[in-house]
């Protein structure tokens, strides 16, 4: 989408993390890269950012969701089916962004439709090219 009044459409990112740390780390890397980001600080909000977006309209989700595990309320898991059971953000990638790295909490994300998973503590660097393969 390429509007010659006001240039090419920002490609969008939905953080959802709980560390207010990572959170600005991730915002302020990301924005530097030209993306518009939007954070949310635990499960719940999340849900409510995901369901106030109108189903009809693809252009009000984000081009891809970076995604916590250990969240406040509802767990990153539960976020993750979620997105996956909603008829407008089921496409959308998830990139699973946790502490979490042991084999069945990685096999358990996959297995619910994430298309990344990154372990914390992570290098700015590799989640900018991992997540720039699915924003291209």
């Known amino acids: 989408m390429d509007n010659s009044h006001n240039g090419p459409v920002k490609k969008s990112v939905f953080i959802v993390e709980d560390d207010e740390e990572i959170s600005f780390v991730l915002s302020f890397m990301l924005e530097r890269e030209g993306y518009e ?3 949310s600080k635990d499960g719940r909000d999340a849900l409510n950012l995901i ?4 189903e009809t309209d693809m252009s009000a989700h984000p081009d891809l969701v970076l995604l916590d595990i250990m969240l406040p309320h ?3 898991i539960q976020v993750l089916t979620y997105i996956r059971n909603h008829p407008t953000w089921k496409r959308v990638p998830v990139v699973m962004l946790t502490a ?3 084999a069945a909490n ?3 994300a996959f297995a619910l ?4 998973y990154i372990t914390k ?4 660097d590799e989640v900018l090219v ?4 699915f924003l291209n």
């Open 74 to 76: 509802f767990d990153g």
């Open 100 to 102: 979490k790295s042991q």
């Open 130 to 133: 991992r997540i720039k393969r």
């Open 51 to 54: 369901d106030s977006a109108p």
């Open 106 to 108: 990685i096999n358990e």
């Open 121 to 124: 503590p992570f290098q700015p």
């Open 37 to 39: 980001v939007t954070i």
């Open 113 to 116: 439709g994430a298309n990344e």
